[in-house]
């Protein structure tokens, strides 16, 4: 059931996400989240959870809650690509590279031509190998033999 108050919290939200206040859309998101558990609904709206999920995480606020939200919103809609975008910036901003990796990719076999998550990959970036695979990554001599083949 769609509550009408929620609904247009949550477009106000976007609306403010729009114009880079994010400190605004954070507290429509949460009103709206809010409002839809009051007048009826047990669980929110996927993307209402989403969106305040991913709000936190960019913010840099209680960035594991925020986390939480996104998969929260992920296991009601596990189809919807957006949702899983919204879970990978939250990974991302909770430096979870390898699970955000993982959740953007999910959202592109949903929808192949996902601009969000497409954008984000490249951020991203691509890492090679290590020059020495059967050394760890993090091994003196990896980095430096990766810096040398840069050059």
């Not at 901003?93 to 497409?118: C, M, N, P, T, V």
């Not at 991203?124 to 020495?132: A, D, E, H, T, V």
Request: some cysteine; overall charge positive; charged content about 30%.
């Amino acid at each position: 059931m769609l509550v009408r108050v929620a609904e247009e919290s949550f477009e106000k939200g976007l609306a403010a996400l729009d114009q880079g206040k994010a400190d605004h859309a954070l507290a429509f998101f949460e009103a709206a989240v809010e409002l839809d558990r009051k007048f009826g609904n047990q669980s929110p709206q996927p993307r209402y959870l989403s969106q305040y999920g991913v709000c936190l995480g960019l913010l840099g606020r209680r960035r594991e809650e925020a986390v939480r939200f996104c998969r929260e919103a992920v296991e009601l809609e596990g189809y919807n690509a957006d949702l899983q975008w919204n879970l990978g910036r939250a990974l991302l901003a909770a430096e979870r590279r390898s699970e955000a990796y993982a959740a953007f990719i999910k959202g592109l076999r949903l929808q192949r031509d996902h601009r969000g998550i497409i954008l984000d990959l490249k951020k991203m970036g691509i890492r090679r190998k290590p020059p020495l695979p059967f050394l760890d990554r993090s091994n003196p001599l990896n980095v430096w033999l990766g810096l040398r083949r840069r050059d």
